[in-house]
Each structure stands twice: as C-alpha cells, then as structure tokens.
C-alpha cells in the first residue's frame, strides 16, 4: 500500500501564493518515481475535482482551465515529491488538497487527467487544507 503525504497547505490573502508538496511515506517503502500523479480538491458542498496532473518523467502535464497560468505542477525524482506552485489564490480556490497516483498513459494523461482522472486514481493522500481569504 502506497503512502502519500501533503504538505504546505495553510490560510492565505487573496493574491497570494502557496506550494503544495506530495511525497510517498519513506515508511512504507515506496517512491513516486514510476507513478503519474494528480491533485485533486474538494471544496464544501462539492465534488471532489481534478486541478493538475504530471507523467512520472514529468514531460507531459494537465491542468484544469481554472487554474491554467496561475499554477504550476513539477516534480523532483530525485528528490521524490511532486509540487504544486499556486500563485494569484482567488477565494474560489479554497478546498481540501489531495495529492494522487493514477493510471494513465502519458497521451491519456494530457487528454483526460484533470476531467476524469478520479476513475484512475489508485492511491490517495490524506489532503490538505488551503484557505484563501481576506
């Protein structure tokens, strides 16, 4: 069983920034290395939705049109976490962040990651809040 953890969640000003980070737990003994992942939210009262997604070589990314050109989703192998750089937070941005492993092709990933990427998710972290507000 794959472990993930998110981190770097928080309460911001609108305009702000903040960096999401998904790593696997060392304790379980895994690695993103080999998993295209996503991050997802859910805000109160709605459905959980896709926001970004990354292949395992990090060459091929996905990202939801609300978000296009204010966030940026990148990963370190060497490092072994996944990112989230979020800048110009709007209020409507405010969710539970969770971080996944899915199950698509590099060329799936591009086309349909963010949409239905959900039906793809095998792991799932535990989230992590992000609040936008003034």
């Known amino acids: 069983q794959l472990q993930l953890v998110e981190s770097g969640g928080g309460l911001v000003q609108p305009g702000g920034s903040l960096r999401l980070s998904c790593a696997a737990s060392?304790?379980?003994?895994?690695?993103?290395?080999?998993?295209?992942v996503g991050w997802f939210r859910q805000a109160p009262g709605k459905e959980r939705e896709g926001v970004s997604c990354?292949?395992?070589?990090?060459?091929?990314?996905d990202y939801a049109d609300s978000v296009k050109g204010r966030f940026t989703i990148s990963r370190d192998n060497a490092k072994r976490t996944v990112t989230l750089q979020m800048n110009d937070l709007k209020p409507e941005d405010t969710a539970v962040y969770y971080c996944?492993?899915?199950?698509?092709?590099?060329?799936?990933?591009?086309?349909?990651?963010?949409?239905?990427?959900?039906?793809?998710?095998?792991?799932w972290g535990q989230g992590t809040q992000v609040a936008v507000s003034s």
């Open positions: 990354i292949t395992s070589s990090g060459r091929n990314t």
């Open positions: 060392a304790a379980a003994g895994f690695t993103l290395d080999y998993y295209a």
């Open positions: 996944a492993t899915v199950d698509l092709t590099p060329h799936s990933l591009q086309a349909i990651c963010v949409s239905r990427g959900i039906q793809f998710v095998k792991y």
